[in-house]
């Protein structure tokens, strides 16, 4: 007859194994369903933004500088920042169809180089011009990221997302798409648990 010491010796063997096993699994679940949340969030419609102070385009990505000037014009906000613009961009490339008052209004930041850049950039701007309310327009995967990272960086202002929807994501279910997503995602999740600025920086090029 088996001693009670031999029965109970591969239950203590697979102990430790079974609770790895049970802990990956969780947390499999966990990111899968944080990616659901992230995908559907990312395809959510832009409702209308309150009247703010300014209003912040992030580029790199088709239409958040039309999108941007529209609510400029639209009187969503006194000022815009046009944030991560190239170097050889001039304001006269921008707005060389609008109305005089309308362009005076609005600043091209040509520092940024990533999303942790974008908000030490529109930080400055925010000061410069006494901004307490801020719209922000970016693409809608980009969004949770760029809130993120804004809202570290000026911790009292008030934020309200005006998320552009990328023409990547007209058809979600494709390969690339998810890719994106996929991509965007996992970005999010480092800029959550890589608070310090240089990882931030060293993988934060921003999608198209």
């Known amino acids: ?11 203590r063997r697979r102990g430790p194994l ?5 802990t990956l699994c969780v947390g499999l679940l966990v990111w899968v369903g944080g990616f659901v949340w992230f995908a559907f969030d990312a395809l959510r419609p832009a409702a209308p933004p309150p009247v ?3 209003i912040v385009a ?5 239409g958040r500088v039309d999108a941007s000037i529209d609510l400029l014009r639209e009187g ?6 046009i944030s991560g613009v190239d170097q050889q961009v001039r304001l006269k490339d921008v707005a060389a169809s609008l109305q005089p008052n309308l362009a005076a209004r609005i600043t091209l930041g040509w520092r940024a180089s990533s999303t942790a850049g974008n908000a030490f950039e529109t930080a400055t701007w925010v000061a410069d011009h006494h901004i307490n309310s801020l719209i922000v327009v970016t693409a809608g995967y980009h969004m949770r ?9 000026m911790p009292d202002l008030e934020l309200h997302p005006f998320p552009v929807q990328s023409p990547a994501l007209r058809q979600p ?7 994106l997503l996929l991509l965007e995602y996992n970005k999010l999740l480092l800029a959550f648990v890589a608070p310090v600025r240089f990882f931030r920086h060293a993988a934060d090029a921003d999608s198209p």
């Open 18 to 22: 079974f609770r790895l096993l049970s």
């Open 1 to 11: 007859m088996a001693s009670s010491s031999s029965l109970t010796a591969p239950s």
């Open 145 to 153: 990221r760029a809130l993120l990272e804004l809202s570290r960086t």
């Open 52 to 54: 703010c102070d300014g």
């Open 76 to 81: 969503f906000g006194k000022r815009l920042l």
């Open 173 to 179: 279910f494709r390969p690339s798409t998810l890719h």
């Open 58 to 62: 992030l580029t790199g990505g088709t």
